[in-house]
DNA sequence: GCGTAACCTTACGCACGAGTAGGTAAGGTG
DNA sequence: CACCTTACCTACTCGTGCGTAAGGTTACGC
């Protein structure tokens, strides 16, 4: 109607559209009509553009799983001190996920709960958890502790660390009055703490 | 074919088969006729006792939301130090989703990304949340700590627990072999040993 | 200016799955 | 034994939404 576009500005468009509408309906419930409509489009250009509604949610999977990746590797500087690495990574997460929160919550969220899609966002996660796993351990070496640890003990922690920060992005979304600085210090606080002080030795018993 | 059963026994049955497809499928991917055959009976049965679909999914999300909680407070002694209840309740908490990965794995993750559901969901793991933010808040007084907090700095700091004992549960899910009591174990370690740390008034600075 | 390739549309086929109509048989009760 | 209630079935209707066929229109190279 107003303006024939080249193929790359419709695809973001169509791309903007997809993850507004999968994150309001859900994925199944969002459907192609209404994903073209508001990309303003017919359906069958998201059809020839970027395939099934499959692949479509893939696309969209991936695109905000980079920008994500992106943020945070932008945020951290590889040379400093494993808890500076840590923290500047988390202020950089929580203030995507607050620019974000739309591709957040839905995306990440709704992808691990979609069977085909869960090996995929399975992947990206194991990814992350591997980095922290790495620091983590980068920081035991470090504080010469006189226990033993094996890789499983720091992937599980990692697993934890990953999850809680999850749990605080969702938080994070739901409360729009919240700062995301102030969500990467809590964050920061209570593992940097409590991975601190069990570095040091302290154990918890019953 | 084999026998007329009453009532309550065939409600069951259904249940079971609701929540073993619904975690195998997904909720909109499982079918009332896939239910309906391995709870080895015709669907007008289902829609007769459990109703339509999103009343039969509820049904199954209550059900094992009910199992769960029992199963916690069953565990936990009320007149303990609030660690030890803590760690009761980990433990019960780690025991039934090990004993129960199906219905966890699913069912939670499942409803929290169908929006009809999300609410229902949400209202539960706020009370689970509340109730760890004033565990929390028992031990913060009983340390008569110096520093001030607001009530919510220790919803946000639940609100983070909570995540990581989810994400330690879908860990515990996918390892087979992993013994729920060392989950538990993992998870009080470093979920007290970082929160004494912080009650005694260490924090992390940038 | 004219072909052709890229952009874009309307209008459909078709499968799948939720929910139902209408009917059969078992087993208890008088 | 007549009855009625409860358990149970086969066989449909019908909406919804994915994916496509077939055709129109604009821009750009030559």
Redesign the interface.
Same mark, same amino acid.
Request: glycine content about 6%.
């Given at each position: 109607m107003l303006k024939r576009l080249p193929r790359v500005v419709r695809e973001q468009q169509m791309l903007d559209a997809a993850v507004k509408v999968f994150s309001r309906? =859900?994925?199944? $419930?969002a459907s192609m009509d209404e994903i073209a409509e508001v990309a303003g489009i017919s359906k069958p250009m998201v059809y020839a553009y970027l395939g099934t509604k499959d692949e479509l949610f893939l696309a969209c999977l991936q695109r905000e799983a980079t920008r994500l990746m992106e943020a945070v590797a932008a945020g951290v500087v590889p040379t400093a001190r494993p808890? #500076?690495q840590l *923290?500047n990574g988390l202020r950089a997460f929580f203030a995507f996920v607050g620019a974000h929160r739309d591709g957040w919550q839905?995306l990440y969220?709704?992808a691990?709960? #979609?069977?085909p899609f869960a090996a995929e966002l399975s992947a990206m996660r194991t990814r992350i958890v591997e980095v922290v796993a790495g620091l983590l351990e980068g920081a035991w070496a470090q504080a010469e502790a006189n226990r033993t640890a094996v890789a499983d003990?720091f992937l $599980?922690?990692a697993? $934890?660390?990953? =999850?809680?920060? #999850?749990?605080?992005a969702? *938080?994070l979304a739901d409360h729009a009055d919240e700062d995301p600085e102030h969500?990467a210090t809590?964050?920061?606080?209570?593992? *940097?703490? =409590?991975?601190?002080?069990?570095l040091q030795g302290?154990? *918890?018993r $019953?």
């Open positions: 309906r =859900g994925f199944h $419930a808890d #500076e *923290w839905v969220r709704q691990r709960s #979609e069977p003990d $599980a922690m697993f $934890a660390y990953v =999850g809680a920060a #999850e749990s605080l969702d *938080w969500t809590r964050m920061m606080n209570f593992v *940097w703490v =409590g991975a601190d002080a069990l302290r154990v *918890w $019953a």
